[in-house]
Structures are given as structure tokens and as C-alpha cells.
């Protein structure tokens, strides 16, 4: 198990290294100077020269890139002046003068436009993003699950065709295509009725009480960013309980007289929820790593919309750390789901 582990986690570094060189080349092709989007277009030439050699653009690519990887390794080579200025560090070892090997935050930078350190910039937004995602998959799950059962008992109905209709439509439907649609008729158009709004985020601002919670500006959000899984869900669930309740056990339940309603939730769902399950955590990550334009059509504050709002006006080291920061999660997550998959089935362990 620990082997199979190690070698999983290998591969999550590996792919993470991979995001690594590919963004920091794409940002450095850029014909944008990052020492003039730090200091804007009126700057004085020994300010800019300042600047360059403090982001270490006076020095050649591959030195560029080595320093990039020092900052973002937990475990880096930095300067007792580095570790005061921007370094959440903890000094392992003295290598003589300045410089220390010291265990550390990830250092993703600071942003060119508000001086903030990129890592605090991600942080913040997190929790917005892991709660839409979070809302998104519960309603996915439930919805999905009751419509794939419905469709299954009722095969051959209208309410199988139905149900199987709409999932394709969901399927097909681009997120931004739906948040734009939902956003207009039930936040614009419908409002009234509603209650719902066409932007928002989870705290409203109040200039007496201060943060207000405002659940209702998750609906439209999580309803758009939920309605692929669901799709994905019903399609699942019902192609395993049609296979399910096609199987010898079932027909010996119904031959004992167990009713209907035990033998459907307590022995065919049981048992066709596997790969509902196994589609559940691949998509939990899929939307932590896929809410950039529904929080930018909705305004909700996640990470998505920092990336987006950074991107329009250049802020290269947020929309950097972002990239990274999203990638490190969508391994994280697959790495636990490999590991929770080879605890309930230690085949998996052979075969990979």
C-alpha cells in the first residue's frame, strides 16, 4: 500500500511539474513587460531596471526558471532577507552567509497590481470556490440519482425518454452557455418572482452589519455548474440499476415476496451506486478546476474570477499561481480517490 502510494504521489509531482514548465514558459513568451505592469506606464527607466532585477528578469531563461522553482518548492534555498520580506519559512540548515535551506509555504509570488502576496490572493477566494463546488455536487448527486432511478423503474416511458433527453441536453450545453441563460430569465427576467439576482457572492456587504450571508446568491451558480454531473449522473445510474435489476438476486427478492420499494433502495441501488460514486470524485475535482467562467458570468468571488479579473489586467503571477494552485488540487483530490479505491479494492493495487 505505502509503495502504491509513493508511486501515485510520484506521478501527481510529475504531472504538477509538467503545469510548471508550461506556464512559466507561456508567461514568458508574453511580449508584456511584467517591470511595467508592476510599475505602470509612466515609470522611470531606473525604476524599471530595479524592478527587473528583483523579479530576476536581468538573468538568462533557465536561471529565471530555476529561481521559479525554488520559489515554489516546500523546501528551498533563500536568503535571511528573502525569508523576512515574503517567506512563511522555518530554517533547516545554514549554508554559510546569507542563505539557509528552509521549509516553507510555497511562494507563488506577488501580484503587479496590489502588492499582495499571491498565495493570501488564493487563499482567500478558496473557500467560495470549494463551496459552489460543493453545492454543485450535492445537487448533481441528489438530482441525478432520483432522475437515473425514475428513468430505470419507468424504462420505456415518457418519463425515461424525458429524463434521458435532458441529461444529452446537459451534457452537450456548454456551462457558459447555461449560466448565461439562467442568469438572464430566472436572475433578470424572472427576478421578481425569484428572489434570485444575476450576480452576487456568498457575503453581501452591509455598511451597518457588516458581512451578510446570502445563501440565495449560490442558487443560479450551482445549478449551472451542477447540471454536466447531473447529466453525466443520470446516464450512470440508470445504466446500473437497468443492469442491476436484470440480475438472478433481484428476481429471487421479488419470488420472497420483499417489497418493491426494499429491493430498489436496499439491494439494486447498493449495489449500481459504484461507479455513480467512482463519477462523483473524478467530477468533485472537475468542478474546483472548471467554475472559472461560471463565477465570472455570476460574480461570485472564487478563485475562478480572481484568474479571470487578473488575466484582463495582466496580473501574471496570480493568474500563475491560480494554474498551479488548481492543478495541485485536482491531484491532491485524484491521489486520495486512487488511495480510497485501492482500500476498498486491493486489486487496483496490482493492476497499477
Do not use: C
Request: proline share 4%.
Amino acid at each position: 500500500m505505502f509503495r502504491f502510494f509513493l508511486r501515485k504521489l510520484g506521478y501527481g509531482i510529475l504531472v504538477l511539474l509538467g503545469v510548471v514548465i508550461i506556464i512559466f514558459l507561456l508567461f514568458n513568451v508574453l511580449p508584456a513587460d511584467p517591470a511595467r505592469l508592476t510599475l505602470g506606464q509612466r515609470a522611470d527607466v531606473t525604476s524599471l531596471e530595479n524592478v527587473r532585477k528583483e523579479l530576476h528578469l536581468d538573468k538568462p531563461m533557465g536561471v529565471q526558471f530555476l529561481l521559479y522553482l525554488n520559489d515554489l518548492s516546500p523546501i528551498g534555498i533563500h536568503s535571511k532577507a528573502e525569508q523576512q520580506a515574503s517567506l512563511n519559512s522555518f530554517p533547516l540548515i545554514s549554508l554559510g552567509g546569507e542563505r539557509d535551506l528552509v521549509i516553507k509555504t510555497p511562494y507563488l509570488r506577488r501580484s503587479y497590481q496590489g502588492k499582495k502576496d499571491v498565495w493570501e490572493i488564493l487563499t482567500e477566494a478558496l473557500p467560495g470556490t470549494l463551496v459552489l463546488a460543493l453545492a454543485a455536487m450535492i445537487f448533481a448527486t441528489i438530482a441525478g440519482i432520483a432522475l437515473g432511478i425514475l428513468s430505470a423503474v419507468k424504462q420505456n416511458t415518457w418519463m425515461d425518454t424525458s429524463a434521458v433527453f435532458a441529461s444529452v441536453i446537459g451534457i452537450s450545453a456548454p456551462s457558459f452557455f447555461t449560466g448565461i441563460i439562467l442568469a438572464y430569465l430566472f436572475g433578470f427576467v424572472l427576478s421578481d418572482y425569484t428572489g434570485l439576482h444575476m450576480t452576487g457572492s456568498l457575503f453581501d456587504i452591509d455598511p451597518f452589519e457588516g458581512r451578510i450571508l446570502n445563501l440565495r446568491n449560490l442558487v443560479l451558480p450551482a445549478i449551472t455548474l451542477g447540471i454536466r454531473p447531473l447529466a453525466i449522473i443520470v446516464q450512470l445510474t440508470r445504466s446500473a440499476m437497468l443492469d442491476v435489476l436484470g440480475q438472478d438476486y433481484i428476481r429471487t427478492a421479488y419470488a420472497k415476496g420483499l417489497s418493491g420499494r426494499t429491493i430498489l433502495y436496499k439491494h439494486a441501488l447498493r449495489n449500481a451506486l459504484n461507479p455513480v460514486i467512482t463519477a462523483i470524485t473524478g467530477w468533485f475535482a472537475e468542478l474546483l478546476a472548471g467554475a472559472f467562467f461560471v463565477e465570472y458570468i455570476f460574480g461570485w468571488k472564487g478563485i475562478g474570477k480572481v484568474t479571470v479579473d487578473a488575466l484582463e489586467k495582466f496580473d501574471f503571477p496570480v493568474v500563475m499561481g491560480a494554474v498551479l494552485f488548481t492543478a495541485g488540487i485536482f491531484v491532491i483530490i485524484n491521489l486520495l480517490a486512487d488511495v480510497l479505491y485501492s482500500l476498498v479494492d486491493p486489486r487496483i493495487r496490482l493492476t497499477n
